[in-house]
């Protein structure tokens, strides 16, 4: 294989990580010269259509960065345009965070409309239109932002108010949100969103006291 194609396919996953989906290599080389790159060692699967270069970088949570690759498969992530590209949401956007969330699928999105095709039995879609506001970047990927990550797992009911408190108390430890935002971000599915929070918050002292 020439050095210039090998530079064109280190171009595109340099952007994404050292990641690189099957369409992306199709459009610079064949599908064999691909397995080739994999039997010398010089790529490793992630996921039945994601490879990496094994001397480039490692995304923090690789098979959640590989699906979401997988949601445009021939489009840079560098190129995608939120929210449209798909966000990563609920359970997984609280692992993104680093403060876990309890049950849930580890790749979970929330997109515009429901892709067309299977969808793998470790991926979850929620349709739904998020607002400017309700969104940002992370780790290279699209993330419900931590107010909006606490809405929609209470919603889920996956999680009960001590579960939910415990992702509060973490998500304000980290410093990525204060309890008033996260009150304020309730308020469209609570009547009274400050005392519920602090329910959960109580709940989740007692539960670790």
């Given at each position: 294989?020439?050095?210039d194609?090998?530079a064109?396919?280190?171009?595109?996953?340099?952007?994404?990580?050292?990641?690189?989906?099957?369409?992306?290599?199709?459009a610079?080389?064949?599908?064999?010269?691909?397995?080739?790159?994999?039997?010398?060692g010089?790529v490793?699967?992630?996921?039945?259509?994601?490879?990496?270069?094994?001397?480039?970088?490692?995304?923090?949570?690789?098979?959640?960065?590989?699906a979401?690759?997988?949601?445009?498969?021939?489009?840079p992530?560098w190129?995608?345009?939120?929210?449209?590209?798909g966000?990563?949401s609920?359970?997984?956007?609280?692992?993104?965070?680093?403060?876990?969330?309890?049950?849930?699928?580890?790749?979970?999105?929330?997109?515009p409309?429901?892709?067309?095709?299977p969808?793998?039995?470790?991926?979850?879609?929620?349709v739904?239109?998020?607002?400017?506001?309700?969104?940002?970047?992370?780790?290279?990927?699209?993330?419900?932002?931590?107010?909006?990550?606490?809405?929609?797992?209470?919603?889920?009911g996956?999680l009960d108010?001590?579960?939910?408190?415990?992702?509060?108390?973490?998500?304000?430890?980290?410093?990525?949100?204060?309890?008033?935002?996260?009150?304020?971000?309730?308020?469209?599915?609570?009547?009274?969103?400050?005392?519920?929070?602090r329910?959960?918050?109580?709940?989740?002292?007692?539960?670790?006291?």
């Amino acid at each position: 294989m020439e050095l210039d194609v090998l530079a064109r396919l280190a171009d595109v996953a340099d952007g994404q990580f050292g990641y690189l989906t099957h369409a992306q290599s199709a459009a610079v080389i064949p599908p064999g010269d691909l397995q080739q790159l994999s039997a010398a060692g010089l790529v490793e699967h992630v996921s039945a259509t994601v490879v990496r270069f094994r001397a480039g970088g490692r995304h923090l949570t690789p098979r959640l960065y590989a699906a979401w690759l997988d949601l445009d498969p021939a489009t840079p992530g560098w190129e995608r345009v939120g929210p449209r590209c798909g966000v990563v949401s609920h359970a997984a956007a609280a692992r993104l965070w680093g403060v876990g969330a309890g049950p849930g699928p580890e790749v979970e999105f929330t997109v515009p409309h429901r892709p067309a095709g299977p969808v793998p039995p470790e991926v979850q879609f929620h349709v739904g239109a998020l607002t400017e506001g309700q969104w940002t970047e992370r780790h290279g990927m699209p993330v419900t932002t931590p107010v909006q990550t606490l809405r929609d797992l209470a919603a889920t009911g996956r999680l009960d108010g001590a579960e939910l408190g415990r992702v509060a108390w973490a998500l304000m430890s980290a410093g990525h949100v204060s309890e008033e935002a996260l009150a304020a971000g309730l308020a469209p599915d609570h009547p009274d969103p400050s005392a519920t929070l602090r329910h959960w918050l109580d709940a989740a002292d007692h539960l670790d006291g």
